[in-house]
T-cell receptor, first 113, second 117 residues
């Protein structure tokens, strides 16, 4: 079946460093890729998305890159801050299927002051 | 107040008991979802509903049922709970029909932690 592999499972960085989280998807028909942030005790919250006709998208310190050939997409956080500490999930979908998402396993990001 | 409210937030029950998790939303969204979160597995879709008369199975629907009582309410039932249904359950909504750019944007509740002994 469809799956999304996410790495690393844990990531520890110093404040101010850049962070990268990677996801590989199996379904070639997937054309829409999303990242969520989950803080302790809360539900996941949407942070950024990208469609397959675009290679990169940025929103302030957050960026997502997509390599369709390799079936791989990544989340980039520049100048990581303590408030970025959370669990991050990637997800893949087909754009016309809305919220039917296949999630990765999650990455716990810890930022040391 | 939360836009997507789940009750109960925590529940401990015994094997074989019937359990209902409830979800209500004030966002006015047509689409509602139930996801299950397990450590190391991410979130997996159990059931989803695109409107009041529409119910669809997700990846892992066995052992679960749902009811869409109204646009704002979507309940998940475990008819006979078993220990491997111990997990964190999330209700979510979305509304791509509104013309939102982010059609994959789900709005999650705060979760219902279920423990089956």
């Amino acid at each position: 079946g469809e799956n999304v592999e996410q790495h690393p499972s844990t990531l520890s960085v110093q404040e101010g460093d850049n962070s990268i989280i990677n996801c590989a998807y199996s379904n070639s028909a997937s054309d829409y890729f999303i990242w969520y942030k989950q803080e302790s005790g809360k539900g996941p919250q949407f942070i950024i998305d990208i469609r397959s006709n675009v290679g990169e998208k940025k929103d302030q310190r957050i960026a997502v890159t997509l390599n369709k050939t390799a079936k791989h997409f990544s989340l980039h956080i520049t100048e990581t801050q303590p408030e970025d500490s959370a669990v991050y999930f990637c997800a893949a979908s087909r754009y016309n299927q809305g919220g039917k998402l296949i999630f990765g396993q999650g990455t716990e990001l810890s930022v040391k002051p | 107040d939360a836009d997507v409210t789940q009750t109960p937030r925590n529940r401990i029950t015994k094997t074989g008991k019937r359990i209902m998790l409830e979800c209500s939303q004030t966002k006015g969204h047509d689409r509602m979802y139930w996801y299950r979160q397990d450590p190391g597995l991410g979130l997996r879709l159990i059931y989803y509903s695109f409107d009041v008369k529409d119910i669809n199975k997700g990846e892992i629907s066995d052992g679960y049922s749902v009811s869409r009582q109204a646009q704002a309410k979507f309940s998940l039932s475990l008819e006979s709970a078993i220990p491997n249904q111990t997990a964190l359950y999330f209700c979510a909504t979305s509304d791509p029909a509104s013309g939102r750019r982010n059609t994959g944007e789900l709005f999650f509740g705060e979760g219902s932690r279920l423990t089956v002994l």
